[in-house]
Nanobody, 126 residues
Framework: QLQLVESGGGLVQPGGSLRLSCAASGFSLDSYAIGWFRQAPGKEREGVSCISTSGLRTNYANSVKGRFTISRDNAKNTVYLQMNSLKPEDTAVYYC???????????????????WGQGTQVTVSS
């Protein structure tokens, strides 16, 4: 069974850091582009970042550029999202998703992704 599982969320103070992980089971991630998305209460889902199959191409939302870094370890079948300098407005449920190899070439667009995890809550608050 093809599955994506996010982990690493939690409560952190403003200015703090978290690292989210997206682990795959039932399939190999190395043939898929991976995206991270988030959805805050009452807001639409937002594309945060994506990474190509090789890891050489990445995209970020303007709101997280310079603060978040996406990376992947295909040997561990896992993609990471390092989040630094967190702000209260980063509070949301974060989801990872897998899509075809080319979907990260033009941005972080949710409709291009085929497989989704269940999400992990990130709360930034003092």
């Amino acid at each position: 069974q093809l599955q994506l599982v996010e982990s690493g969320g939690g409560l952190v103070q403003p200015g703090g850091s978290l690292r989210l992980s997206c682990a795959a089971s039932g399939f190999s991630l190395d043939s898929y582009a991976i995206g991270w998305f988030r959805q805050a209460p009452g807001k639409e889902r937002e594309g945060v970042s994506c990474i190509s199959t090789s890891g050489l191409r990445t995209n970020y939302a303007n709101s997280v550029k310079g603060r978040f870094t996406i990376s992947r370890d295909n040997a561990k079948n896992t993609v990471y999202l390092q989040m630094n300098s967190l702000k209260p407005e980063d509070t949301a449920v974060y989801y990872c998703a897998a899509g075809r190899a080319y979907v990260c070439f033009t941005g972080v667009e949710a409709y291009k992704y085929d497989y989704w995890g269940q999400g992990t809550q990130v709360t930034v608050s003092s």
